[in-house]
């Protein structure tokens, strides 16, 4: 089956870091993403990892690693606007071969505080 | 760009009626998804397009749901009849193929959604 976890919500400080978990079993995989969603707006695209290791964005930063099945999404130097839902997916494979469907988690309510 | 066009923003119908959702994906993209957001299921992938060739519509609920994609630029997805339990928000997305042009992601491009609610 395919299932992805996610907190469902966290809170932070403005100026703080916070990090923001994912971990998946998924019958196949082709990379994670991480998407950030405000409230009545439509997802857009922060990051992508397909290989282990860190991939870093500015003041966002995220890290899978595969034979774990986990990834997670790092916000340094939070601001007010960085208060979202941020959703982490999955890409799946079919056949053996690459898709382009994603499985998304259901996603991470970030609340940033002053 | 445009981006991802979604047609109407909101709608409300009552319980038996037809509700047809449009969406015109980003010119150049091959591909073409439709998600279903509500708060209990998050974000549910119903149906994607190749090409305008349905590659996987396993997450269609039932037969009351159809989409199609009759040319590159356009994309429906009908519901008929309408039930007080299909009330959610309604995104397409388009992504662009791997032989074309875009970003080595391939990541998804979301519309601003369509806020169904049926009485």
């Known amino acids: 089956g395919q299932n992805i976890d996610q907190p469902t919500e966290m809170t932070a400080t403005e100026g703080a870091i916070v990090q923001i978990n994912c971990t998946y079993q998924?019958?196949?995989?082709?990379?994670l993403f991480w998407y950030q969603q405000h409230a009545g707006e439509a997802p857009t695209f922060l990051s992508y990892n397909v290989l282990d290791g860190l991939e870093e964005k500015g003041r966002f930063s995220s890290f899978l690693s595969r034979s774990k099945g986990y990834s997670y999404l790092l916000l340094k130097e939070l601001q007010m606007k960085d208060s979202a839902s941020y959703l982490c997916?999955?890409?799946?494979?079919?056949?053996?071969?690459?898709?382009?469907?994603?499985?998304f988690g259901t996603g991470t309510l970030l609340a940033v505080q002053p | 760009d445009a981006g991802v066009i979604q047609s109407p923003r909101h709608e409300v119908t009552e319980m038996g009626q037809e509700v047809t959702l449009r969406c015109k994906p980003i010119?150049?993209?091959?591909?073409l998804f439709w998600y279903r957001q509500t708060m209990m299921r998050g974000l549910e992938l119903l149906i994607y397009?190749?090409?305008?060739?349905?590659?996987?519509d396993s997450g269609m609920p039932e037969d009351r749901f159809s989409a199609k994609m009759p040319n590159a630029s356009f994309s429906t997805l009908k519901i008929q009849p309408s039930e007080p339990r299909d009330s959610a928000v309604y995104f397409c997305?388009?992504?662009?193929?791997?032989?074309?042009?875009?970003?080595?992601?391939?990541?998804?491009?979301f519309g601003p959604g369509t806020r169904l609610t049926v009485l």
């Open positions: 998924t019958s196949g995989f082709n990379g």
């Open positions: 010119s150049g993209h091959d591909y």
């Open positions: 997916a999955v890409r799946d494979v079919l056949g053996g071969g690459a898709t382009n469907k994603l499985i």
């Open positions: 397009f190749n090409n305008n060739v349905p590659i996987d």
């Open positions: 997305a388009s992504s662009p193929g791997t032989s074309g042009r875009g970003s080595s992601y391939n990541e998804q491009f």
